[in-house]
């Protein structure tokens, strides 16, 4: 049965780093940059969640809509004001296209953790779980109320993702913007509109994962610096820009993380994720999913 | 129509840059005979150990355009290096010291041939987990690294103004490295990199080659800092390589002038001594630094050292306007 176990509870932190990754792919498909700042979206939520549902009082559920606002206002703004200049004047900025997005998103991130730290201060804080139920068995294996939930909202959350881009309007002109900006400009579509959705949809993404997470990892300004790192080596393995393929890698390094904790080593079950990227660099760079990349 | 071509004009404005740079280094020299307050001293060693941080990171960034952000986890290698090498098998400094140089090096080259082959953004992500999860497995690798306890290390040299010079020389070095490296051919193939890499290629540089290279001299760089700065400070720690540290040499390089000699230089010291200052204005050094770097990476790309050049050759295009319109009337 421990095996079943692992299964599971290795599904379930896959889909929670899904939850992170999904949106970092998503910001690469559409402006091909990375946005180092994505685990402050995290560590965002998650404060929002814990400070409104203890400073306001208000039941956990209430919180988690509070929580998924602010990262949509945070990934509204980083939007609007850090990444428009990388496509307005489409072209001109081609050269220094890396230089600026690295280093812009690499200060949001500093800012914003200095931020956190400077006015609600450097202590962990105990966030408050949906949940009480700590063991209960579904089936033929146990499992937390708190995890239980957090699996079936990130579920919840992916399909309404998928639904969103494959049916809406808004997420077909996304779609179409991310295979090719120029061309969707030309056909009317409003790019800078669905930067602005991809954007808002990460921040809601990553900071749901942080809400709903908060009970677990008691929030600090520094908590979102971890769950970035697995999800920058999950959108590497499962190629850049590929929705599909980086649910499937989360989950991959979710199970492989779980077994390998117990089977392998506990203390350096963070490294078997940079190990599988460096395989995955060596032998399939465009990732599992990805189209082939440019080698030079 | 042909156009006048200055086939020397890289050399001379690196020339230029370099006369610059030493004038700096110049002035860190006579720093010392000023000032004699042990804490301010140390200061400035710290300031200097991240100028060499800057130095190698910008040889990456400013001139390759690859991004590295492990800066701080090879400047830990290198300092846990020196560390290991005495604590475990007393090896004395004069050889642990260049093993500062040679391993966090050769991990440089085998990690950048791995990633540098692909371009786009794949060295700034495996670089970022590289550089978080070197830091974990040195910290809870406790039997042989005594985990967040560090490891002392023997000093090299006592005093603080011994030290000071120490650093100094090495930073002397790092930059001539690195002008060196520049004035070779190596050099502009990295910059016909940084510009367009597609372009470079095309042209018949071994682009791979070229980037694995100044990935290589980079990581170097950041280790034997690391390393040096360990003899001082007589202890290492894991915290060396926290992301945040990265952060720091970061805002130097882009505050100073990102692809220039000269701005690693004054932005690590200005920011380095500035920060002290903050600090008892309230912590807020970091908020003040982050801000800063998003402001001169979105209006500003070459820095205070591009600021004042342009202000430099603002007022010589001002003055000769105004000569030349003497002249007219």
Redesign the interface.
């Known amino acids: 049965m421990l095996a079943l176990d692992l299964f599971v509870n290795g599904l379930i932190i896959g889909l929670f780093y899904a939850l992170m990754a999904v949106g970092l792919t998503m910001i ?1 498909g559409i402006l ?3 946005n ?1 700042a994505h685990g402050e979206f995290y560590m965002i939520g998650a404060y929002t969640y814990t400070l409104v549902s203890l400073a306001l009082g208000v039941p956990p559920w209430l919180a988690l809509p509070a929580a998924a606002i602010s990262g949509a206002l945070l990934g509204w703004a980083t939007e609007r004001w ?1 990444m428009r ?1 990388l496509y307005e004047g489409y072209g001109s900025w081609g ?2 296209k ?7 998103t ?6 914003l ?3 956190v730290d ?1 006015i609600v201060g450097p202590y962990p804080m105990r966030g408050p779980s949906l949940s009480e139920v700590t063991r209960m068995s579904i089936g033929p294996f146990m499992i937390s109320g708190q995890k239980l939930i957090t699996a079936i909202v990130a579920i919840v959350l992916l399909v309404a993702l998928a639904l969103f881009l494959k049916r809406s309007l808004w997420g077909r002109q996304v779609q179409a913007v991310a295979q090719n900006r120029l061309g969707a400009s030309i056909a009317g579509i409003d790019t800078a509109r669905a930067s602005s959705i991809v954007f808002m949809a990460s921040g809601v993404l990553a900071a749901l994962a942080g809400a709903l997470l908060a009970p677990v990892i008691n929030p600090s300004p ?1 908590v979102g ?2 769950p970035a ?1 697995k999800s ?2 999950i ?2 393995i499962g190629g ?1 820009g590929s929705i599909p393929g980086s649910i499937v890698a989360a989950l991959l390094l979710g199970v492989l993380e779980s077994f390998g904790a117990v089977y392998l080593s506990y ?2 079950r ?2 078997f ?2 190990v599988l ?2 395989l995955v ?2 032998l399939r ?1 465009q990732g599992l999913f990805g189209e082939r ?4 | 129509m042909a156009l006048p071509v200055n086939r020397n004009f890289l050399r001379d404005k690196l020339a230029q840059e370099l006369r610059l740079a030493l004038v700096v280094l110049a002035c860190l020299a006579l720093l010392p005979l000023g000032i004699s307050s042990p804490y301010w001293l140390g200061v400035l060693i710290v300031s200097m150990y991240f100028a060499m941080l800057s130095v190698g990171w910008n040889l990456l ?1 400013g001139y390759t ?1 690859q ?1 590295s ?1 492990a800066p701080a986890a090879f400047a830990m290698l290198g300092a846990y290096t020196t560390g290991l090498a005495a604590w475990h098998w007393q090896i004395p400094l004069a050889i642990g010291l260049p093993l500062a140089i040679v391993v966090p090096g050769l991990i440089g080259l085998v990690l950048g041939r ?2 540098l ?6 060295l ?3 670089t ?3 550089a ?2 070197a830091r ?2 040195i910290y ?2 406790i039997d042989f690294t005594r985990g967040d306890q560090g490891l002392n290390v023997p000093p090299l040299v006592e005093s603080h103004v011994a030290n000071y010079y120490l650093l100094l020389a090495a930073l002397v070095a790092a930059t001539l490295v690195v002008y060196a490296m520049l004035r070779a051919p190596i050099g502009r193939y990295l910059q016909a990199i940084r ?4 372009g470079a ?1 095309s042209r018949g540089i071994d ?2 080659r070229a980037k694995t290279i100044a990935f290589f001299v980079s990581c170097a760089i950041c280790g034997f800092a690391g390393g040096l700065y360990g003899t001082f400070a007589q202890l290492v720690s894991p915290e060396l390589g926290l ?2 540290q990265t ?1 720091i040499v ?2 130097m390089v ?1 505050i100073g002038g ?1 692809g220039t000699l000269v701005g690693p230089l004054i932005g690590a010291v200005l920011v380095y001594v500035a920060s002290e200052m903050l600090r008892d204005v309230g ?2 050094q ?2 003040v ?3 800063l ?2 402001v001169f ?2 209006f500003f ?1 070459e820095g205070l050292w591009g600021l004042a050049r342009d202000a430099v050759a603002g007022r010589r295009a001002a003055t000769a306007a105004a000569a030349a319109a003497k002249e007219a009337r």
């Open positions: 690469f091909k940059i990375v180092f850090l200049p050269l220094m890396d230089e600026y997005a690295v280093v812009v690499f200060g949001l991130s500093l800012l953790i200095n931020l400077k520094d610096i971890f790192v920058y080596v959108v590497v850049m203390d350096y963070d490294t994720g940079l990227l460096i660099l060596l760079p990349v440019r080698e030079v | 960034a355009g991004f952000l791995i990633v082959r692909l371009s786009g953004p794949y700034a992500l495996t970022l987990a590289f978080e999860i974990l497995v809870n690798s510009d367009d890499e597609i290629a682009v791979v992301i945040a952060g970061i805002a882009v990102m912590n807020i970091m908020i630094f982050a801000l770097v998003i990476a979105r790309r």
